[in-house]
C-alpha cells in the first residue's frame, strides 16, 4: 500500500485545471461514484473500454442439454448424494440442501476471550428449489404459468421461514462461469439466525435515509429513474428493470416494485415477484423496500468476464463500462437480460393460483382482476358469462385466452363466473371474492405466572377474506454491557394455538429474566404482515384475579365488615412466589371507592355505612412489583350486622366473630349498587367518635388559653417605660418597699 506525497491543495489545484480546460464526459473521463444503498464508492473509467482484451475467453455453453438425465441429482426420479431418490414431480420441486452451509441445531461457540477473536451462533436451514422437471429450459424459456409457479414458491418459502428466521435469501448461480456445473434449472434457499453483512449495510442505508427525507430510499429512486429516463431497460405496471447509476458489474441490474412493498409475501397477485427478505429485528420496517439484484459476471461479451481482483479486492469496486452505455445497449448478451426481466415482469399478470378453497379467485377493490378459466389449456379461447346470466361478458375474439379481465373491481363484480370452450362445453366456474391485503396484527402478550406466558391478536383492520396466522418465538440475549445489538441467540419455535385456530398462543417453560421476540404473521391470499414483539416475563407479569372472595359481618360491631380470599389457581404456591393484594369497597349507591392494602389474605373493614350493604373486589400483583396488578375480582356483597355485641368473649377479649349462615332461600338477595350517584354526602362518622374529638378539642383549647395569658403576663412584667420620670412598679411587683423591709441600708 502507498500513498501519494502531493498535498490535498496539490490535487485539488490540478483538478481544478483539468475540469477548466477539458468538459467532464462520464463516458469517456474516469470519475466515482457513490451507492447510497450499499455506502459505498465505484470507480467508473470508461476509457478503458478502448483496449485491446488479450485474457482469457470462456468456452462456448454446451449447445445441447439432455431434457433428463437419470444421473443428474436433480432431476425427477434421479438418486442424490445422500441416497434419496426425488419424486418424479412436474412442476417445482423444494427440498433440503443435502449439504447445507447452515444447520439449525449448531452449538453455540461461547463467549470470546479477546476482542479481536469474536465468534458468534450461526444457525439455519438450506433448500433448493428446482423450477421445472427439465433440465433443457432456464427461467427467461419457461412459459408464463409456469414462471408464476415458481414465484408463488418463492413467496410461500419466505413466508414459511420469515417466520422462523430473521433473514431468508433466495438467489441462483447460474452457468458454470459462476461455479454452477449442473445445468438443470433450480435456486437456493439460506434463511439464517442473523442479518448478514450487505444485508445490514442496506439495512442501515435505507433507514437513514428514511429517517432524514421521510421516504423509502428506493422508492425516491425509482422515481428519479423514471425522470431521467437514462438507465431504463424494462418498464411495466407493477415493476422496473434497470441498471443502477452505482452499478459494479457492466451488465448489473435492479428489479423494483413501482409501489412500497417491504417482503415478497405481501406481493399481491398481479406482482408476485422480487427480492427476499426475512422478518428480522424490529416491528417498524417501513423504510425496506422489495427489491432484487442481477449481477451477470460478464465484462463485454457473453465469453468475456469480469474479474474482481488486485485493486477491487484492496481498494474498491471498478468498472470500466458506465450503466448509461449499457442501459442503452440492446446487442449480445443485454438482450438475454431483457428476456429475462421480461419473463419476470410478465409472470406478474398471470392469473393468482388458488388459495383456500378451489374455485375461488382473490383480488381487491379498486384494482384489476384477471380471472382465468380453471379447465382449459392457458391461451385458448373461451367465453365467459355471469352464473345465472345469459349475456356475454367477454368473447373468444377478445384476443384473452382463457383469461376475463375485469377493470378496477368493485363489490358489483363479486360472484361466480362461468366459462365456456368455442364447441359451449363448460370449461370452469370461478368464484371471485374481494377483500384487502392483511395490516400488522395487534398482539399483547400476559404472563399469569413465572413459567409461562401467552400471547393474543386481532387484526388492525378487516381484509374480508380467509385468513390465518402464523406464530413463533425466539429467546434473545443482549451480548456486551451497551446493550445495543440484540442477538438472536435460541430459536425460534413455534408458538402453539390453543385450541388450535384461536387468536392463543401459549409459550411454555419460558425464563423469568430473559427477552423473547414474538412473531405473528397475518395471512391472506393479497399477502402476508407481520408484527414483532419483544417482552420479558417480568414486564408482562399479571396474576390472575384472587378467587373465592368472601365478605361476612362482624356481630355486634354495625361498621365493620370482614372480607377473606384465596390465590389464583394458576399461581404457583411456593413460599418464594408471593402475592400481594389491595382491596376496594363502597357502600350501596355510591360509586366512589374505598381501598386499603391488605397484609394478607383477609381484611376486617372498619368504617363501612351501617345498615347499608356494600360492593367489595380485590386484586393481585407479585410482592416484587414485577409486572402489574391482575384485574378485579367479581364483586362480593355483604352487609354490616345490625344486632347485639355478643355476650361470650373469647381469650384476649376481642369480639368472636361467627360466620352468616347460607340465607335462606327466601331471603331477599343484597341489592345492587345503584349507577345514579347518592346526593348525600357519604357519613363514615360514629357518635362514639364525635365524643372524643369534642373532648380533645376541649382540652386542647383550655391548654391554648393558659399558655397564652402565661405569656401576656410574662411580656407586661419585662415591658420597659420610655418615660424619664419614675418608674411605676409593674405588674407582680413586691407590695412591701424595699426600705421596709428589715435590715436595708439607707441609701
Known amino acids: 500500500m502507498s500513498r501519494s506525497g502531493a498535498g490535498p491543495e496539490q490535487r485539488q489545484q490540478a483538478s481544478e485545471a483539468d475540469a477548466t480546460a477539458t468538459t467532464f464526459l462520464a463516458s469517456e473521463h474516469q470519475h466515482i461514484r457513490y451507492n447510497p444503498l450499499h455506502d459505498e464508492w465505484v470507480l467508473v473509467s470508461a476509457h478503458r ?69 469474536q465468534a458468534e451462533a450461526a444457525r439455519g436451514v438450506c433448500k433448493v428449489l428446482c423450477f421445472h422437471p427439465w433440465s433443457d429450459v432456464t427461467l427467461p424459456l419457461m412459459s408464463v404459468p409456469e414462471i408464476r409457479a415458481v414465484v408463488d414458491v418463492w413467496a410461500s418459502v419466505t413466508e414459511e421461514l420469515g417466520a422462523q428466521y430473521p433473514w431468508v435469501q433466495i438467489f441462483e448461480n447460474k452457468g458454470a462461469m459462476m461455479g454452477c456445473s449442473n445445468p438443470h434449472p433450480h435456486c437456493q434457499v439460506w434463511a439464517s439466525s442473523f442479518l448478514p453483512d450487505i444485508a445490514q449495510r442496506e439495512e442501515r442505508s435505507q433507514r437513514a435515509y428514511q429517517s432524514q427525507h421521510g421516504e423509502p430510499l428506493l422508492m425516491e429512486y425509482g422515481r428519479q429513474e423514471l425522470l431521467r429516463k437514462e438507465r431504463l431497460v424494462l418498464t411495466s405496471e407493477h415493476w422496473l428493470v434497470l441498471v443502477p447509476f452505482w452499478a459494479v458489474w457492466p451488465f448489473q441490474t435492479l428489479l423494483l416494485p413501482r409501489r412500497h412493498v417491504r417482503r415478497l409475501p ?122 345465472g346470466e345469459t349475456s356475454l361478458l367477454q368473447g373468444p375474439d377478445s384476443g384473452l385466452g382463457h383469461e376475463l379481465v375485469l377493470a378496477l373491481a368493485d363489490s358489483t363484480d363479486e360472484g361466480t363466473y362461468i366459462c365456456r370452450t368455442l364447441d359451449g362445453a363448460l370449461g370452469g366456474m370461478v368464484t371471485l371474492q374481494l377483500g384487502y391485503p392483511p395490516a400488522r396484527p395487534i398482539v399483547s402478550c400476559r404472563a399469569a405466572d413465572y413459567e409461562n406466558f401467552s400471547c393474543t391478536w386481532s ?61 405473528v404473521t397475518e395471512v391472506n391470499p393479497l ?3 407481520t408484527r414483532l414483539l419483544d417482552v420479558s416475563l417480568q414486564s408482562i407479569l399479571r396474576p390472575d384475579p384472587p378467587q373465592g372472595l368472601r365478605v361476612e359481618s362482624v356481630p355486634g360491631y354495625p361498621r365493620r365488615l370482614r372480607a377473606s380470599w384465596m390465590y389464583p389457581a394458576s399461581w404457583p404456591r411456593q413460599p418464594h412466589f408471593l402475592l400481594k393484594f389491595r382491596l376496594q369497597y363502597r357502600p350501596v349507591q355510591h360509586p366512589a371507592w374505598s381501598m386499603v392494602e391488605p397484609a394478607g389474605l383477609e381484611e376486617v373493614i372498619t368504617d363501612a355505612v351501617a345498615g347499608l350493604p356494600h360492593a367489595v373486589r380485590v386484586s393481585a400483583r407479585d410482592f416484587l412489583d414485577a409486572g402489574t396488578w391482575s384485574a378485579w375480582s367479581p364483586e362480593a356483597w355483604g352487609t354490616p350486622s345490625t344486632g347485639p355485641l355478643p355476650k361470650e368473649m373469647p381469650a384476649g377479649g376481642q369480639p368472636h366473630m361467627q360466620r352468616e349462615e347460607n340465607p335462606q332461600a327466601n331471603s331477599p338477595a343484597p341489592p345492587r349498587p345503584s349507577l345514579l350517584p347518592d346526593p348525600r354526602p357519604l357519613d363514615h362518622r360514629d357518635p362514639l367518635e364525635q365524643m372524643a374529638v369534642l373532648a380533645s378539642l376541649g382540652i386542647f383549647s383550655f391548654l391554648g388559653l393558659a399558655a397564652g395569658a402565661l405569656a401576656l403576663g410574662l411580656w407586661l412584667r419585662l415591658k420597659p417605660d420610655g418615660k424619664d420620670g419614675p418608674q411605676k412598679p409593674g405588674f407582680l411587683a413586691p407590695m412591701i418597699p424595699v426600705d421596709k423591709l428589715p435590715g436595708a441600708p439607707n441609701l
Not at 478502448?50 to 434421479?78: F, I, M, Y
Not at 423444494?94 to 441445531?105: E, G, I, K, T, V
Not at 442501459?327 to 438482450?335: E, K, M, V
Not at 385468513?467 to 451480548?479: A, D
Open 266 to 387: 405481501e406481493l399481491t397477485p398481479a406482482e408476485r415477484d422480487g427480492a427476499p427478505t426475512g422478518s428480522e429485528a424490529e416491528a417498524n420496517w417501513d423504510h425496506w423496500q422489495l427489491h432484487a439484484h442481477y449481477y451477470p459476471p460478464l465484462l463485454r461479451s457473453a465469453t468475456v468476464r469480469k474479474f474482481m481482483v488486485g485493486y477491487e479486492m484492496l481498494a474498491q469496486a471498478q468498472r470500466d463500462l458506465t450503466p448509461e452505455q449499457m442501459s442503452s445497449s440492446c446487442s449480445g448478451l443485454s438482450r438475454v437480460l431483457v428476456a429475462v426481466a421480461t419473463a419476470l415482469v410478465s409472470a406478474s399478470t398471470s392469473c393468482p393460483q388458488a388459495w383456500g378453497p378451489p374455485g375461488v379467485q382473490y383480488g381487491q377493490p379498486g384494482r384489476s382482476m384477471t380471472l382465468c378459466c380453471p379447465g382449459v389449456t392457458a391461451g385458448a379461447p373461451v367465453s365467459w358469462f355471469r352464473d
Open 527 to 529: 399477502g402476508a404482515s
Open 49 to 117: 473500454m478502448e483496449r485491446p482484451w488479450q485474457g482469457q475467453v470462456e468456452l462456448s455453453l454446451l449447445k445441447t442439454v439432455p431434457r433428463h438425465d437419470p444421473h443428474n441429482p436433480l432431476c425427477p426420479g434421479a438418486t442424490r448424494a445422500n441416497g434419496e431418490v426425488n419424486p418424479h414431480y412436474d412442476g417445482t420441486f423444494l427440498f433440503d440442501n443435502d449439504f447445507p452451509a447452515l444447520q439449525p441445531d449448531a452449538p453455540n461457540p461461547g463467549p470470546s476471550d479477546h476482542p479481536l477473536f
Open 459 to 519: 387484526p388492525s383492520q378487516v381484509s374480508g377474506l380467509p385468513t390465518r396466522y402464523l406464530t413463533s418465538y425466539r429467546k434473545k440475549t443482549v451480548p456486551g454491557a451497551d446493550g445495543q445489538r440484540m442477538s438472536l441467540s435460541t430459536g425460534p419455535w413455534p408458538c402453539p394455538q390453543e385450541p388450535p385456530g384461536a387468536a392463543r398462543c401459549m409459550v411454555h417453560g419460558a425464563e423469568f429474566w430473559s427477552q423473547y421476540r414474538i412473531n
